[in-house]
Structures are given as C-alpha cells and as structure tokens.
C-alpha cells in the first residue's frame, strides 16, 4: 500500500520490483485488497490503483477517481453490448482517455495507441468532446471554446463558427449523444488522420450542472448506422453513465 500511495498506478511488475514479494504472493494479496474495497484495477491494461477511499482525497485525483468509478461499469457494459467503451476527460485543450474496456472486446478492433491510457483527442470533431461540451455549464464551455479559438491546429478551426457550433450543441442535446464530425476519421490530438473504420456516440457524466467526462460506445461503422445503433444500445450507455455518476456521488 506504501508503494500504491507513492504512484498513482503501479503493475503487478513494478510492485514486486519495490517490495521484492514474489508475484503469486502479491496476486493473492492484492485479490484480497481490491475484494475490500481497498485497491482496484484498470480496464486498459490491468493495473493496480488505491481506491478512492484508501488514498488521501487530493486535486491531481479528481479525475483518476473518475476511471476508477467507470472501471468496473465499463467492464459490465463491454459484457452486455459487446462493443467497446472509452471515458475521456477533460484536459485544457483536448479530452484525454482514463479508461477503455477495448482489450475486454471480442471484437477485434485495430486502431493505433488501440489500449493506452492518456491518449488526447479533439473537442469539436469528436463525440466525447461535443457530448461533454452540449451539456457541461455555460462558463465552462465558453472557457474551453476561448482557449480553443486561440490554437492554430485544424481540429480546432470550428471554434471561431460560433453559429455551427451551437447547432451542433443543440443537436446534441436533442439527441440526447454526441456524434463524431463527418471529417473525423479517427486518430489522437495533433496527429496526422488515421481512418478506424469506426463510429462513436457518447454521452456526458453529468452529475447535476457538473459534467465529470464522457464515455463512448465504438462500433464498426459498416456494421450499424448510427440511428440502428443508438436504437439497439443507447440506454445500455445512459444506463451505464448514471450508474458511474451515482458511484461518483457515494465516494469520498
């Protein structure tokens, strides 16, 4: 727990390299700490985290407390659908990924950083960023549009379209989802396009006027369109959002 409470997220490797406890030993022991509540695992690649109520409550943690909620809803969701899922948060001029239960898919989807954790993607073209920008306060998201009418990168042009954006924003809230922007094909934050052959919706964390992240559903895009999709699994994703969101609410 020591080790735990020095990094924010250890693996199984790095703890037995500082406690010098052998792995079998180790497993059984953590297996006994994450079943009490005490340290928890993350979806992408496994991972060993103090809970949210072991570890001190400080800012830096805000949104590590976030990934450690969705975790285990995101785990039951990938069951259930099949596809997989991402929350991303935000971090100033882009969204960054938490957590993602792609590796828990048996869908075989292969896309580039396909399982890594801190991976950035745009605000305005994706449909994490448009979810959480649709719903989240008003100061909040002119704050964020400021910052973005200011950068010079493509992903950001839509910024200085105050008049597209809010119809999109609007939209969004219609649908209840937000949707990828028709020229986004895939790829992280300020790097050449890569096309994922996949379609996104997402929907925002909101608890009351705060807006915790956004997660996703991914698909293959030639599998389902969008209105097909969201028939057969939206409210498996509304479900799962506010299950996270009233985890959120319990925590310390």
């Known amino acids: 727990m020591q080790v735990l409470q020095a990094s924010s997220i250890a693996s199984l490797h790095d703890i037995h390299c500082a406690t010098h406890i052998s792995k079998p030993s180790l497993l059984r022991i953590l297996n006994t700490l994450e079943h009490a509540g005490v340290v928890s695992r993350r979806l992408a690649d ?5 809970s949210a109520f072991a570890r001190a409550a400080r800012k830096r943690d805000a949104h590590e407390r976030v990934a450690e909620a969705a975790a285990p809803v995101l785990d039951r969701l990938c ?9 991303f948060v935000p971090a100033g001029d882009h969204m960054e990924r938490r957590e993602t239960s792609r590796a828990l898919s048996p869908f075989v989807i292969h896309t580039p950083f396909q399982r890594e954790i801190g991976i950035k993607v745009s605000w305005l073209l994706t449909a994490l960023g448009r979810a959480y920008l649709a719903f989240c306060p008003a100061g909040e998201r002119e704050r964020i549009l400021e910052k973005l009418r200011k950068s010079d990168r493509p992903e950001n042009r839509l910024a200085r379209d105050p008049k597209r954006l809010e119809q999109i924003f609007a939209e969004t809230r219609v649908r209840g989802f937000g949707v990828r922007d028709p020229s ?8 050449l396009p890569v ?4 379609a996104g919706m997402a929907i925002p964390l909101q608890g009351g006027a705060h807006v915790y992240g956004s997660i996703n559903i991914l698909w293959i895009k030639t599998a389902f369109t969008i209105d097909e999709f969201a028939a057969r699994h939206l409210a ?9 969101v009233t985890a959120l609410k319990k925590r310390p």
């Open 184 to 191: 986004f094909v895939g790829g992280p934050y300020s790097s």
């Open 236 to 244: 498996d994703l509304q479900a799962a959002g506010g299950e996270i």
């Open 79 to 87: 069951q259930k659908v099949k596809w997989p899922s991402d929350l």
């Open 46 to 50: 496994g991972h060993y985290r103090l």
């Open 195 to 198: 096309d994922d052959g996949l």
